[in-house]
């Protein structure tokens, strides 16, 4: 198991495709709007609180528990986009829980532009992988922070049916 905790390079000048190309989320689930920023260990990804969305409450804020879901986007977005740097695409995988997932609002206020950064902190071979997240209003304020713990199993049906691999 590798540890990286240290600042990855950025790939700089890379025009990153648009998000519908790296996730695999689609319609009302798609909650990230577009990569701003990648590296080797590390993502950016930046989200815009639609009043209209599903989520909306009466004020048209996102509730700050969504955040996790925001979080785990920008870490798919890592994963898609270091798999398609090396010619390859990336195995399915699924969110296994958050530690201290920390809101610092009750909710995302309506047409706010949230920046998720997501940082590895490591990966394993076997497909676990942690990352220290936040969630950043566009001009900086912190909202939430979180360790998302997330995993890709070699054979994703097999995990999902409960079957051994």
């Given amino acids: ?5 240290e600042h990855a390079q950025n790939w700089a000048d890379t025009v990153f495709p ?29 989200a815009r609180v639609d009043a209209g969305a599903w989520y909306a409450d009466a004020n048209g804020a ?10 785990a986007q920008a870490i798919a977005a890592h994963v898609g986009l270091v ?7 990336a ?4 969110l296994l829980g ?3 997932y ?6 995302f206020a309506r047409d706010t532009q949230l920046d998720v950064h997501a940082a590895e902190l490591l990966r394993s071979a076997e497909g676990h992988g942690a990352y220290q997240c936040t969630i950043d209003s566009a001009e900086g304020q912190r909202l939430a922070q979180a360790v998302i713990k ?16």
Avoid: N, Y
Avoid at 1 to 5: G, K, L, N, P, V
């Fill in 1 to 5: 198991m590798s540890t990286t905790m």
């Fill in 150 to 165: 997330v995993f890709q199993p070699t054979d994703f049906q097999a995990f999902i049916e409960g079957k051994s691999q």
């Fill in 18 to 46: 648009p998000i519908e190309e790296v996730l695999p989320h689609r319609g009302t689930m798609l909650l990230t709007d577009e990569v701003l920023a990648c590296g080797d260990t590390s993502v950016t990804v930046r």
């Fill in 83 to 89: 798999a398609m740097r090396a010619g390859g695409k």
């Fill in 98 to 100: 958050s530690s201290k």
């Fill in 62 to 71: 996102m509730p700050a528990w969504i955040g996790v879901e925001l979080m």
């Fill in 91 to 94: 195995r399915p995988g699924v």
């Fill in 102 to 107: 920390e809101a610092l609002t009750p909710a």
